[in-house]
């Protein structure tokens, strides 16, 4: 098993730029997770989806929206990145919702 | 939503001493408070949990206690290792909120060989 599987792992992007980050879960979980990991500030929820079909805001929505693709699949889009947006991306799975989490490597952005 | 504040920010012990971590948070409905630990570069991982009807658990050098008068828990690691330096996240999550996680800010472990 391979867990929780995100791409890419490093991006660079210009400012106005889109990009879309995939996140992949071999585990048959029903809740997806998109997170955000700043210095000094922890680890911030994006967006989530507690099953397959529903998707609700976190604490730091804006400038993002996800997809969740089938029970498998979810994926983060950026319509146009701002240096804000510079951070790094955790995807995480659980099989329901305030279970253990299983994290992703992580995607470094950089937006310049 | 809930606030999950974690002290220290760093801690350095030497090899063998017991290593304290603490985190407070404000909605009295969490029931789930779990906690993570992040090697460099990687992912977070779980290393233990509590849920709001147990006062701790244990597992071999690590322990979790929680207050929930106090609305605090805490991580205990004894007998300290290199590979015990981290980082590490409390995290606490309630219905009220869709079971959502809120973490703290990070305590950075450093053992001293």
């Known amino acids: 098993n391979a867990g929780v599987t995100q791409t890419p792992k490093f991006q660079v992007l210009k400012t106005g730029q889109s990009m879309t980050l995939q996140c992949a879960q071999d585990m048959n979980h029903n809740s997806m997770y998109w997170y955000r990991q700043d210095p000094g500030m922890g680890l911030r929820l994006i967006y989530y989806s507690a099953s397959e079909g529903t998707t609700d805001k976190g604490e730091v929505p804006n400038g993002y929206n996800v997809s969740r693709l089938n029970k498998r699949e979810f994926s983060l889009r950026l319509e146009s990145a701002a240096p804000s947006q510079t951070s790094v991306y955790f995807c995480?799975?659980?099989?329901?919702?305030?279970?253990?989490?299983?994290f992703g490597q992580g995607t470094r952005l950089t937006v310049v | 939503g809930e606030n999950v504040e974690q002290h220290p920010s760093t801690l350095s012990v030497q090899e063998g001493d017991s290593a304290v971590i603490k985190c407070t948070y404000s909605?009295?409905?969490?029931?789930?408070f779990p906690w993570y630990k992040q090697e460099l570069g990687k992912g977070p991982q779980l290393i233990i949990d509590?849920?709001?009807?147990?006062g701790e658990k244990k597992d071999q050098r690590i322990a979790v206690t929680l207050n929930k008068t106090a609305k605090h828990f805490s991580l205990h690691i004894t007998e300290t290792q290199p590979e015990d330096s981290a980082v590490y996240f409390c995290?606490?999550?309630?219905?009220?909120?869709?079971?959502?996680?809120?973490f703290g800010t990070g305590t950075s472990l450093t053992v001293i060989p």
């Open positions: 995290a606490a999550s309630t219905k009220n909120t869709g079971n959502q996680f809120y």
């Open positions: 509590i849920r709001s009807n147990v």
């Open positions: 995480a799975s659980t099989t329901l919702p305030g279970t253990e989490a299983f």
């Open positions: 909605d009295s409905a969490s029931n789930y």
